[in-house]
């Protein structure tokens, strides 16, 4: 069974503090990793996938890189706009269709 | 581009009762599938059609169930609604059956049991 595990639960920042979300995964043949943005009471939107150890993506202050047993998200420079919470989601050779998500990372960016 | 589309945004049902949720998937997408997000919890997968049939499914009782319309639009029903239903009910579409994964959400649809 796939399993997706993010860290740490919450994260305060200051404006211009950077920092790095964790995920860690379990899965059989990983097909995808899958990186999203989610604001309270709304769906969550679309931010990367990520397909092979090594790889790297980047969008505005935002960098998603993979390892074989892990993702990383870290937000350079942010700005309170970037306060939301983050979830991963994993794809693998055994789930079908479905993607398997973390609980998320609830972070809040302080003017 | 039209995006995906969910109503109602929010509804209140009491235990028991039989609540129909819709979505309209985004142009161009043939997939659709349904998730459950409980408060502060990520989505749990319900289930997914494609070409209106059902393609996979988790971990949910047959109460939860769906259907696929050939403008493939979709619905989810769940019938004897229980307290633990409350949730938020995310619709997603994708391309020819999900095969890569990638998905693009509604807003959701807030469920309230009481």
């Known amino acids: 069974e796939d399993q997706v595990t993010q860290s740490p639960e919450a994260l305060r920042l200051q404006e211009g503090e950077s920092s790095s979300l964790n995920c860690s995964y379990t899965v059989s043949g990983l097909r995808g990793l899958f990186w999203y943005r989610q604001d309270p009471g709304k769906g969550p939107e679309f931010l990367f996938t990520l397909y092979s150890a090594g790889e790297e993506k980047e969008k505005e202050r935002l960098k998603a890189t993979l390892t074989k047993k892990e993702s990383f998200l870290h937000i350079t420079a942010p700005k309170p706009e970037d306060s939301a919470t983050y979830l991963c989601a994993v794809f693998g050779g055994t789930s079908g269709s479905r993607l398997t998500f973390g609980e998320g990372t609830q972070l809040t960016v302080n003017p | 581009e039209t995006g995906v589309t969910q109503s109602p945004t929010h509804l209140i049902k009491t235990r028991g009762q039989q609540v129909t949720l819709r979505c309209s998937s985004q142009s161009g997408h043939n997939t659709v599938s349904w998730y459950q997000q409980a408060l502060g919890q990520g989505p749990q997968f319900i289930f997914q059609y494609y070409r209106e049939e059902e393609n996979g499914r988790g971990n949910f009782p047959p109460r939860f169930s769906g259907l696929q319309f050939p403008n493939y639009s979709s619905e989810l029903n769940v019938n004897a609604l229980e307290l633990d239903d409350s949730a938020l009910y995310l619709c997603?579409?994708?391309?020819?059956?999900?095969?890569?994964?990638?998905?693009?959400f509604g807003e959701g649809s807030r469920l309230t049991v009481l």
């Open positions: 997603a579409s994708s391309l020819a059956g999900g095969v890569t994964g990638e998905l693009f």
